[in-house]
């Protein structure tokens, strides 16, 4: 019912900036929380940064200070802009969508976006 869409991953040299961006489409009533997650080789899932619907923004500290997550309301898209780039932050990038339903919140992932940092 829903579908995530991300863009904006590409290869960069360390302390450069990327911006990604996640559109959400289809039979869409509210979204609670969008935010996005990363996944290197070898390491498991993990939370960057979360918006919620009432403004909240939750970022996790290995790129506090470094990363910021927006969001338009009005195209149901949110953003995750990221300077100070370092191999470190080299992942896939997946977009995430909470929104409610009959059973309660339900999940939507993107299919992700390749993030490269390296000289």
């Known amino acids: 019912q829903v579908q995530l869409v991300e863009s904006g991953g590409g290869l960069v040299q360390p302390g450069g900036s990327l911006r990604l961006s996640c559109v959400a489409s289809?039979?869409?009533?509210?979204?609670?929380?969008m935010g996005w997650y990363r996944e290197a080789p070898g390491y498991q899932r993990d939370l960057v940064a979360l918006?919620?619907?009432?403004?909240?923004?939750d970022l996790a500290d290995s790129v506090k200070g470094r990363f910021t997550i927006s969001r338009d309301d009005a195209r149901n898209t949110v953003f995750l802009q990221m300077y100070s780039l370092k191999p470190e932050d080299t992942a896939v990038y997946y977009c995430?969508?909470?929104?409610?339903?009959?059973?309660?919140?339900?999940?939507?992932w993107g299919q992700g976006t390749q993030v490269t940092v390296s000289s």
């Open positions: 995430n969508a909470k929104v409610p339903t009959n059973w309660g919140p339900a999940n939507y």
């Open positions: 289809g039979r869409i009533f509210t979204i609670n929380q």
């Open positions: 918006i919620t619907n009432d403004g909240r923004i």
